[in-house]
């Protein structure tokens, strides 16, 4: 008597013809699940900036403006995430010869995924201290091109600040986090991760209308002032 009987295992059955059968019917249904979602995987969209900076494509004369400083702003949290979201970043300070002041960041990403996202203006300047006391949508003229942005009015620290910002993710220019996330899904679903673009323009101008005025006037200045490829970047 063998050891298995003597314990009363019996001898092992074979595998029977129909469970392998759903074995391999399982199994297949898996890797063929495996080939579509890999198929349906987005592609990056090829970055419009290709492989030159921002400080290449940005002139330090726009119009009658002119680079001063890159430093003063109001910049995004310093958080661990920011290096992953931004694959370039510019920040500048431009003077008009009347004495108007500017500060002008872009932040780009070669692709949005829908997972990191573009810092907007009513996280980062919350986290540097500044109340938002006016938000609307405005749509600005940029000379090709009106574009939909948000007008905000942001103090703090006995400072206040002016700023108009639009985003630019693919073709979409969303105004608010929720259609951000949504263009960014929509994009997904067509194939595409898009590149995309934050461009804010800001100033300490004393009442809200000077401020827009400024920002209006700089804005057409800047596209104007762009090459081509800075154009595309910046509006499509």
């Given at each position: 008597?063998?050891?298995?009987?003597?314990?009363?295992?019996?001898?092992?059955?074979?595998?029977?013809?129909?469970?392998?059968?759903?074995?391999?019917?399982?199994?297949?249904?898996?890797?063929?699940?495996?080939?579509?979602?890999?198929?349906?995987?987005?592609?990056?969209?090829?970055?419009?900036?290709?492989?030159?900076?921002?400080?290449?494509?940005?002139?330090?004369t726009l119009g009658p403006w002119k680079f001063e400083t890159a430093s003063g702003?109001?910049?995004?949290?310093?958080?661990?995430?920011?290096?992953?979201?931004?694959?370039?970043?510019?920040?500048?300070?431009?003077?008009?010869?009347?004495?108007?002041?500017?500060?002008?960041?872009?932040?780009?990403?070669?692709?949005?995924?829908?997972?990191?996202?573009?810092?907007?203006?009513?996280?980062?300047?919350?986290?540097?201290?500044?109340?938002?006391?006016?938000?609307?949508?405005?749509?600005?003229?940029?000379?090709?091109?009106?574009?939909?942005?948000?007008?905000?009015?942001?103090?703090?620290?006995?400072?206040?600040?002016?700023?108009?910002?639009?985003?630019?993710?693919?073709?979409?220019?969303?105004?608010?986090?929720?259609?951000?996330?949504?263009?960014?899904?929509?994009?997904?679903?067509?194939?595409?991760?898009?590149?995309?673009?934050?461009?804010?323009?800001?100033?300490?101008?004393?009442?809200?209308?000077?401020?827009?005025?400024?920002?209006?006037?700089?804005?057409?200045?800047?596209?104007?002032?762009?090459?081509?490829?800075?154009?595309?970047?910046?509006?499509?």
């Amino acid at each position: 008597m063998s050891s298995d009987q003597a314990h009363g295992a019996g001898p092992t059955a074979p595998a029977s013809p129909m469970l392998n059968r759903r074995n391999m019917l399982i199994g297949g249904a898996m890797l063929g699940a495996v080939g579509i979602g890999y198929a349906r995987q987005p592609t990056v969209s090829e970055p419009l900036l290709g492989r030159r900076k921002l400080d290449d494509v940005v002139p330090k004369t726009l119009g009658p403006w002119k680079f001063e400083t890159a430093s003063g702003l109001v910049l995004p949290p310093p958080d661990q995430m920011r290096d992953e979201i931004y694959s370039d970043l510019l920040t500048r300070v431009y003077y008009a010869p009347n004495g108007d002041g500017v500060m002008l960041l872009v932040a780009y990403s070669g692709s949005q995924d829908g997972v990191i996202q573009v810092h907007r203006p009513e996280v980062c300047y919350p986290a540097s201290g500044y109340t938002l006391t006016r938000t609307e949508e405005r749509a600005l003229d940029v000379g090709p091109r009106k574009i939909p942005t948000r007008f905000i009015v942001a103090e703090g620290g006995g400072r206040l600040e002016q700023l108009i910002y639009w985003t630019r993710l693919g073709p979409s220019f969303p105004t608010t986090w929720l259609q951000q996330r949504i263009d960014v899904i929509e994009e997904n679903l067509k194939g595409l991760i898009p590149d995309g673009v934050l461009v804010r323009i800001s100033t300490n101008a004393l009442d809200s209308a000077s401020g827009i005025a400024i920002i209006e006037r700089f804005a057409a200045d800047f596209i104007g002032a762009l090459p081509a490829v800075g154009r595309r970047v910046m509006i499509g």
